[in-house]
Structures are given as structure tokens and as C-alpha cells.
């Protein structure tokens, strides 16, 4: 099992940032991807950005340029830099962690942070 713990959610004007983080631990691995996804009310989930062990990255059409992704190998650790929030960035922020193993690929979910942009 691997645990999630996020940080980082609350309130912020339009136009503000907010930085949040999600640290991995338990049963992780050494080949692994780690992302950010989000859902509104009323809307589905949706990937935000996402960085793997190797350092690809990839990000939403609606956040390239504002947001950016990066991890930390070391601390099982991966962080999200919002800037020039909108209110339509406001959503419940789940981090995802994913286990390549031999056995397979194991999937786990924080417990979610709120954003909220609004003036």
C-alpha cells in the first residue's frame, strides 16, 4: 500500500497562486508516475499534469503556461505550482500516485484539497 498526503489547498483571488504538495509513502517504487487531477461540481474527473519517475511531464491544455509540475525522487514527493488561478481552476485536487512493478501497476489516490478562486 502507499499512502498520499496533500497540502497546500484553500482560497486565493483570481489572478493568485497556490502551491501544493502530496508526499508518498508506504510500498513505493523506484519506477513510478505521480500526477495531479481535479474535479468540479458537476464535472468529471480530469488530469492536471503529471510527472514520472523518468521526468516526463504533461499538462492539461487549460493549465500549460500557469501551472507547472515537478518532483522530488528522493522524498516520494511531487508538488504543484498554480499561478494566474482562474475560478474555473476551482476543484477538489487529488494526487495520484502509480506503482510500475513486475506484478503490474498499482494505483492509489490522495484524499483530495480544495482550491477555491474567488475574489
Known amino acids: 500500500q502507499v499512502q498520499l498526503v496533500e497540502s497546500g489547498g484553500g482560497l486565493v483571488q483570481p489572478g493568485g497562486s497556490l502551491r501544493l504538495s502530496c508526499a508518498a509513502s508506504?510500498?513505493?517504487?523506484?519506477?513510478?508516475?505521480m500526477a495531479w487531477h481535479r474535479q468540479a461540481p458537476g464535472k468529471q474527473r480530469e488530469l492536471v499534469a503529471a510527472?514520472?519517475?523518468?521526468?516526463?511531464?504533461r499538462y492539461a491544455d487549460s493549465v500549460k503556461g500557469r501551472f507547472t509540475i515537478s518532483g522530488d525522487n528522493a522524498k516520494n514527493t511531487v508538488y504543484l505550482q498554480m499561478n494566474r488561478l482562474k475560478p474555473e481552476d476551482t476543484a477538489v485536487y487529488y494526487c495520484?500516485?502509480?506503482?510500475?512493478?513486475?506484478?503490474?501497476?498499482?494505483?492509489?489516490w490522495g484524499q483530495g484539497t480544495q482550491v477555491t478562486v474567488s475574489s
Open positions: 495520484n500516485y502509480r506503482s510500475f512493478r513486475l506484478s503490474g501497476t498499482y494505483e492509489y
Open positions: 508506504g510500498s513505493t517504487s523506484v519506477r513510478n508516475a
Open positions: 510527472v514520472t519517475s523518468g521526468g516526463n511531464i
